[in-house]
């Protein structure tokens, strides 16, 4: 068996009094997506920034892949990281921004071209290359920040409600993007930051339920939504909404 491609043990994350999260246990399977789902200030980007490095759990360990790297930076734990206010260089342009996670690692140039090809034709903007971050929508741009995410093939892709800037109509063709997207990518986890039901039930393989900084209950999407065990759960996610 091999180790799961993040664990989370015990964390707990205080912002001076504020406790943003407390004792999380959670672990995601390589290739599983799991939606940290719940409503504004429950805990799931302080959470997302745990497994990333953004945080210092107060307690607890991160593990990936069975090595713990709660001690490690951000830039060296190879994950991709798309937060909420995470935005791309304003002054590179939409290839440069691609490419920068890639040159960091010292691939060749040859490669990186390619590789920067690859990923934004998986996103859909192949023909904006050349364009700098603002002459692109808010929509665009976050294809190019999840473009930016991939490069690197990391084995775990953290979305912060990568939608929740986005109009109806466009959330709706992104949603369908993503879910396209997961079936090209069937070996990368995700974990995918929400407080939109919607969005966790057409994404997630399991949900965990976030409230006032704990976990209250998680497991297969299915099993959430049909059999939820708490009221909570119930009143925010299941069949009777
Ligand atoms: P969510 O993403 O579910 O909306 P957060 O993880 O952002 O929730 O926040 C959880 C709690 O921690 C909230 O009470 C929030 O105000 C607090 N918090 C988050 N980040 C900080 C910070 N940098 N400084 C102080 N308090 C914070
Ligand atoms: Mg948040």
Redesign the pocket.
Known sequence: MSAPAVELRGVS?H??R?V??RELDLTVGRGEALALL??????????L?AVAGF?RPHTGRVLLSGEDVTDLPPHRRGLGVVVQNYALFPHMRVADNVAFGLRARRMPRRQVEERVSEVLSMVGMADYRRRFPRELSGGQQQRVAIARALAIRPPVLLL??PLSALDAALREEMLAELLRLRGELPDTALVY?T?DQGEALALADRIAV?RD?RLVEVGPTDQLYHRPRTEFTASFLGAAN
């Open positions: 994350v912002f001076g504020t943003a999260l719940g409503p504004s200030g429950s805990g799931k980007s302080t959470a920034k945080v912060d409600e930051v407080h976030m900084a």
